[in-house]
């Protein structure tokens, strides 16, 4: 079965610094890989997605993502934070059985921004 | 374009009690996923309805059901409430069932049950 670690429970950044939130998974074949936003109260915002291709992907908001298949993990970086960015962010492993597809997600890593 | 539209956004239940959930999957979108997010915790997939069946299951009891209605919709149902229950409810759509993988699931705001 699938599984993600994102070993870092809270993250603080200096807005305006650079900003890398850790993650790692777990699966037997090619994994399909997201990054997810959540804001406070809200739902989930996909920021991108990796299955196949360049292994450095970028997303939306300035956000980017690379694959590292030696490491099983999909680290999300951002250049520059902005205090908008404060959220929580999954990372998610995608699977395919039988034709049909699910989600496994991590628990998540907060980040705040500091002023 | 509405993306996905659950209701209620809020609920509180008293513990035994049953609820329901609804989902409006975004346009064009004719599978839905339901996901538990517990406090704290990312999204467990609780099952996935396609061509009004349900296709796959996560780990969570028979207290937890589902419905998809022709015009893709979907309601989820939790019989005996129980105080563990209390969470964010969030409902996915995709076109197609193998297909949110490559076009990644548009998620709804969620309904906070709150069981007490």
């Known amino acids: 079965a699938q599984s993600v670690t994102q070993p870092d429970i809270h993250i603080t950044v200096s807005e305006g610094a650079s900003l890398e939130l850790r993650c790692n998974y777990s699966?037997?074949?090619?994994?399909?890989l997201f990054w997810y936003v959540q804001s406070p109260g809200q739902g989930l915002q996909l920021l991108l997605k990796y299955f196949s291709g360049d292994t450095l992907v970028q997303g939306i908001k300035g956000f980017e993502a690379e694959f590292k298949r030696s490491q099983s993990s999909f680290n999300l970086r951002k250049p520059s934070v902005h205090w908008s960015d404060a959220a929580e962010y999954f990372c998610?492993?995608?699977?395919?059985?039988?034709?049909?597809?699910?989600?496994?997600f991590g628990k998540g890593t907060m980040l705040l921004v500091s002023p | 374009d509405a993306g996905v539209t659950q209701s209620p956004t809020h609920l509180i239940k008293t513990r035994g009690q049953q609820v329901t959930l609804r989902c409006s999957p975004k346009s064009g979108h004719d599978t839905v996923s339901w996901y538990q997010q517990a406090l704290g915790q990312g999204p467990q997939f609780i099952f996935q309805y396609y061509e009004e069946e349900e296709r796959q299951r996560g780990n969570f009891p028979d207290r937890f059901s589902g419905h998809q209605f022709p015009n893709y919709s979907s309601e989820l149902n939790v019989n005996a409430l129980l105080l563990g229950d209390s969470a964010l409810y969030l409902c996915?759509?995709?076109?197609?069932?193998?297909?949110?993988?490559?076009?990644?699931?548009?998620f709804g705001s969620g309904t906070r049950l709150t069981v007490v």
């Open positions: 998610a492993v995608g699977a395919r059985d039988s034709g049909y597809s699910t989600l496994t």
């Open positions: 996915a759509s995709s076109p197609g069932t193998g297909s949110g993988l490559w076009y990644g699931y548009t």
């Open positions: 699966y037997g074949a090619t994994p399909y």
